[in-house]
């Protein structure tokens, strides 16, 4: 029996509350039982004592504590936990709070109190003044303080915290950012967006507004509020401007408080072409070949936020006909597309890529997408998968192409089945655009025509361009971003070399003098000749490569 059942059952809500309190609840993501207190329905011992049955675990009044109980932890334990020790009985000392998903304070306490630690239920508020009788009063006040702002701020539509939030979500949207980095610090709270790649400070705020807004974005993303000494990861769904926002939240406790970044996903984007990501010329050509192969591992390589999934979206668009079918299992889903059946990976109940890729093979695919390879067992499955006549796609984290074999061989692949399955290997980065209103030709220095590798006539037929600054780009001097490419398709030689077990130097050099493939330097120079980007970020992205 639910908790919903046992409340009507009991005779502690009627129908009618019970509705009322699961609505309230599920608008603003907070559990059953602090909808039906925040609503005054009902008793809160009633309350919680179904709470505790529901949970399988005791009940307790937590004004009861015996001193020889409170005594064994220390106050500060006390407040921090909030968990108060009630009753010593056979060897264990019993602790109070105020929800089932805390029973990690067990193990917390257990080593300051030398014996086992069993956990009960009590209801909030009576554990609560039972905690300040404990510890004197002060620092439970300022506790219930910060709670009751943020519980104010989060039932009230029109309370200023919730606006601020709102208008922090709707200006990353409209600055085109992707992620939201929310960072207090001493005296103040910092929020930036990254844009086009690049994090810029948009507000310095007051560092008192940090608790509320904390507790408001924890409360949309459905996280514990409580919980200020363990990351957490959640999520938003949001709509603003008339499109639907998928938000996804991450909080890490820092040395001045919870530090929250929040990644935004526009579903409703329109996907981007091959050729609108910046991918032209012979390499496209040769892309489209291999991918309209009939099986075979494809691999897009690259760091996080470089656009691999993007770049693979735009693959499989290409491929999406009535004749083909397409599975994706992708974590998390970043853009629905029509046609296509996209799965979700949820860690929590085991539904892992490894899972997913087992039950793709029996819905018989023709291609598959698996967002990431992390680990062997994936990337054994997704071999075999190619091997029996599937066109896989896949992403890993390697620096350039060539180190995405060394990298699947080095996960405990064997390098015959890498040798049989990979047909082809592409690295990126992105680099931003230079912004057309604004930007300004010119004539580079010597020196940064040796760092380019460009020699004197090719720079007499290029266009080269630096960033300005106008009101269009907001001062930066550039607007969107494109891709630079590197592409190594498998020949006989390669193959050999792989089922050979030769390091990526030589992989590379011979992809590279073979003529089959452009490196990302390479490639992001034309892109430069072209006026596309600048000398400067080019060197910004492939300094390291």
């Known amino acids: 029996m639910n908790l919903e059942q046992l409340l009507e059952a009991a005779g502690v809500l009627d129908a009618e509350q019970l509705h009322k309190a699961v609505a309230f609840g599920q608008s603003r993501g907070m559990p059953l039982e602090k909808a039906v207190l925040a609503l005054d329905l009902a008793p809160e011992g009633k309350v919680y004592q179904a709470v505790a049955k529901v949970a399988g675990m005791q009940f307790v009044d937590p004004g009861k504590a015996k001193p020889e109980a409170l005594e064994r932890i220390p106050a500060e334990q006390i407040e921090q936990n909030h968990a108060l ?18 029973t990690y304070v067990a193990d917390n306490l257990a080593f300051l109190a030398g014996c086992e630690v069993r956990c009960v239920i009590a209801p909030p508020n009576a554990l609560k003044d039972a905690i300040r009788r404990r510890l004197g009063g002060a620092a439970a006040d300022r506790a219930d303080a910060a709670k009751a702002e943020a519980r104010v701020d989060s039932d009230d539509p029109d309370a200023p915290i919730i606006r601020l939030v709102e208008k922090i979500i709707e200006d990353a949207v409209v600055e085109r950012a992707s992620d939201i980095h929310i960072e207090p610090y001493e005296t103040q709270l910092r929020v930036r967006y990254r ?48 499109r639907s926002i998928d938000i996804r939240t991450s909080v890490l406790p820092s040395n001045h408080g919870e530090t929250i970044v929040m990644r935004l996903l526009d579903k409703e984007q329109n996907l981007l072409s091959l050729e609108a990501l910046g991918f032209g010329g012979e390499d496209r050509d040769r892309f489209e070949r291999i991918i309209k192969r009939p099986n075979g591992v494809v691999l897009v390589t690259g760091p996080t936020g470089s656009g691999k999934t993007t770049t693979l979206y735009a693959a499989l668009q290409t491929l999406n006909r009535s004749d083909v079918k397409i599975i994706t299992a992708e974590d998390p889903v970043e853009f629905n597309i029509a046609g296509i059946n996209q799965c979700q990976v949820k860690s929590g109940i085991g539904l892992d890529f490894a899972r997913i890729l087992r039950a793709m093979l029996r819905q018989a695919p023709n291609v598959i997408l ?81 760092g380019l590798g460009v020699d004197t006539a090719q720079a007499e037929g290029g266009q080269f361009h630096k960033p300005v600054g106008c009101d269009e780009c907001e001062g930066s001097g550039y607007r969107g971003r494109l891709g630079i490419f590197e592409l190594m398709a498998m020949d006989e030689n390669l193959r050999d070399m792989t089922f050979r077990g030769e390091p990526t130097l030589r992989l590379r050099e011979y ?22 980007t600048s000398i400067e970020e080019l060197f910004r992205v492939t300094a390291a490569s």
Do not use: W
């Not at 990351?231 to 603003?240: A, K, L, N, S, T």
């Open 85 to 102: 020790p009630v009753l010593e009985r056979d060897g264990a000392l019993y602790v109070a709070i105020d929800d089932p998903l805390k």
């Open 195 to 242: 844009i086009d790649g690049v994090l810029r400070d948009r507000s310095m705020l007051e560092r008192p507004l940090h608790g509320p807004m904390t507790s408001r974005l924890k409360i949309m993303a459905a996280l514990d509020i409580a919980e200020k000494r363990k990351p957490q990861d959640g999520r938003i769904e949001i709509r603003v401007a008339g």
């Open 370 to 450: 698996v967002g990431e390879i992390r680990d062997r067992e994936t990337a054994e499955i997704a071999i075999q998968a190619a091997l029996t006549g599937h066109l896989v796609f896949s992403t890993l984290h390697t620096n350039d192409a060539p180190s995405a074999v060394t990298r699947l061989i080095d996960m405990g692949v064997k390098p015959f089945l890498v040798s049989a399955a990979v047909q082809a290997i592409m690295a990126q980065r992105l680099v931003r655009v230079l912004c057309p209103t604004c930007k300004e030709r010119y004539e580079p220095s010597p020196s940064e025509l040796r």
């Open 511 to 532: 992809a590279h003098s073979s003529g089959g493939m452009r490196t990302l330097s390479e490639d992001g120079v034309q892109k430069v000749l072209s006026g596309t």
